[in-house]
């Protein structure tokens, strides 16, 4: 609080002059409000929460069930640094061309959309990662499945089939 101290007059007999007044601030509850302040804010406040994407997995059972799925209706995606291959079939067939594109809104994602008006939702995705992708690659591509609302794909290791694709096919 503030204090104001006043000392009495001058000597005696002499002419009287008054003092300055000195003041002295008490600074305490200002800083204890700085501080609840902060704190309050401190605590009410929400940092940015991660974003996490749901990935569901198959119960891990003793006996191995294989779910049947056509291969008209699966579309084999391979990642690559700056490039995604693409094919629908096995890439042992000498009918089936592989095909590439790139990671923007008018690449894979038209892909994804335009076999998902031809076939349906019924369709999987199986993502195979070259050599040369990198983890950014993997979310760009599982992003992607989110975004075109594809909730039926597959996460593998890149087979010798479809490499030898690749490199017969010269893209």
Do not use: H, W
């Amino acid at each position: 609080m503030a204090e104001i101290s006043q000392d009495g007059g001058g000597k005696k007999g002499g002419k009287k002059r008054s003092k300055k007044a000195s003041t002295k601030i008490d600074m305490t509850p200002m800083v204890d409000l700085g501080f609840l302040l902060i704190t309050f804010f401190m605590l009410t406040t929400t940092l940015a929460k991660p974003v996490v994407m749901e990935l569901n997995m198959p119960d891990k059972t003793e006996t191995e069930e294989k779910s049947p799925v056509k291969m008209s209706e699966t579309l084999t995606v391979i990642p690559d640094a700056e490039k995604v291959y693409y094919y629908q079939g096995l890439p042992t067939d000498a009918t089936t061309q592989l095909q590439k594109t790139d990671y923007s809104n008018k690449g894979i994602r038209t892909v994804l959309f335009d076999l998902k008006k031809r076939i349906g939702d019924n369709f999987t995705i199986v993502i195979k990662a070259s050599k040369g992708a990198k983890y950014k690659n993997m979310v760009d591509l599982l992003d992607e499945c989110v975004i075109t609302g594809n909730k039926r794909y597959a996460i593998l290791e890149i087979d010798p089939d479809s490499e030898a694709l690749i490199k017969k096919s010269g893209l």
